[in-house]
């Protein structure tokens, strides 16, 4: 077995006995006390058997991410410290001293291409059973929709985290964060796809725990990016936030990692400390059965049922179009579907994750008037199509906002939705409509309004159609020549 890539061997590795809040003695290990305990050897680097790979030369490492790595494996942090969990859980990872968002802390190494991914020591193509360093001691840590938002926000204020995560030069990167339209729309994407793809994070782990529990759980401080170098992967561990000493660090192993494994263990969840919240062993079962939900068409269906999922939305998209012509509805002309419309979804979240979309034109269907929606041409033509609207029709109950109860939660979203779009508290300001000036349709409704400034018509007018295409029934209004965003809460058809 050959190292493709060198790191610097620390001549001693701290470890604990227990979590560093809780107090102790660091010990230091050698590199062969290291192996004989924990049956592995250690290596901060990456290793092969396939001669076919070649070494990596430091002096080819030219992006950002490739030199931050290099970096990172001549100059290994020295704080970063093996601690006992308990003897279920083995060991995690934790810090001595602070680090700062966009920190590549380590790579995960191990060995490359050996054709096992379902190790419990395993990251994509890197398997660290045998072989490997700190990163093979961080716990999972759920990631929630929240932290990878404001992760990816941060980044837009950091040039050389930017360049990292998007592979380019800093001065491109520069020139990328002054382009206030471009990353306004890339926040867009983000917060899209942290409100509407369940599938890439774990908040099912938590949501049925107290509000004040759910806030003291530990969640992912780590987002790895693969890099690609000589035909090898090389994962980079990069800090997802600022880390404070004593902190558990720790990142999310995926769906695909709990699909494999969740016969026999679930998520455990800490405090930032290390310590347990909860192990929930006899909740195993139901934490199958929510993971196979969540799970159940991402991995099963194929490239051909894909592509005939787009195929039925546009057609879809096309039928809500003709009931717009045929009775006028508002809804429908503004349902269009296009794949090509990267503006607002990419190329990759389409094909990947069409069940979403689906729920959309569904919901818009819904607010269509009966007669308009029990066409059988609806019918999706595959019974695997019929199962996914079936699902999303059910697992997605869209009614008008009637009980006063739901008021409060739409209320919310709305808030969340203009925080997202604007990315400023004090933008997100909305006013009640007085019941006794109510007139015509909105007589009797929960209404808010948000009056912007005369020069920001077009802002005004690009945030209501955000906010219509999630299913408010929003309305452009003007006040004394400023635009005025309306939102009838009452007869907005959100999934809450």
Known sequence: MKTIIEAKTPVRIPYMENPPAKGGEIKYLTPEEFQKKFNCEYCEGVKVQDEKYGTIDPNQLNAPLERAIYTRLINPLDYLVICKMDNDLGYGLFTLEDINLGTVLCIYSGEYGLGNNESEYSLSQINATKTGGVARFMQHL??????????????????????????????????????????????????????????????????????????????????????????????????????????????SYGNSYWRNHSAIKQPVLFNKQGEIITKKENQLSDFAVKLSQLVEYRHEETEEIKHARLQELE??????????????????????????????????????????????????????????????????STKKMERTLETASKNSPIKSNIEPQRTEEIEKKLQNKTLYFFGSQTNTQWKKYPEAGLVGKYIGHQVRFFTMAATETAQAKAFAEQLQKTGFDVELKKAKDKPSVVVDLTTSMLTI
Do not use: W
């Open 315 to 380: 057609r879809l998209s096309a039928k809500l179009k003709e009931m717009e012509r045929n009775h006028g509805s508002e809804e429908a002309n503004n349902s269009s579907y296009n794949s090509d419309e990267e503006e607002y979804f990419s190329d990759e979240q389409v094909n990947s994750d069409p069940d979403n979309q689906l729920i959309k034109l569904i919901n818009l269907m819904q607010k269509l008037p009966v007669q308009y929606t029990t066409d059988t041409n609806l019918t999706p």
């Open 142 to 251: 759920p990631i929630i929709p929240y932290t990878y938002a404001n992760f990816l926000c941060q980044s837009t204020r950091n040039s050389n985290l930017y360049s990292m995560l998007n592979d380019i030069g800093e001065a491109e990167a520069e020139k990328r964060i002054e382009d206030k339209d471009s990353i306004q729309n890339e926040l867009r994407m983000t917060f899209y796809i942290a409100e509407n793809c369940p599938e890439k994070f774990d908040y099912y782990q938590i949501a049925d725990l107290k509000t004040d529990i759910q806030k003291s759980v530990a969640d992912s401080n780590i987002f790895y990016k693969i890099v690609k170098i000589n035909g090898v992967e090389l994962i980079a561990m990069i800090a997802m936030r600022d880390i404070k000493k004593n902190e558990i660090i720790g990142f």
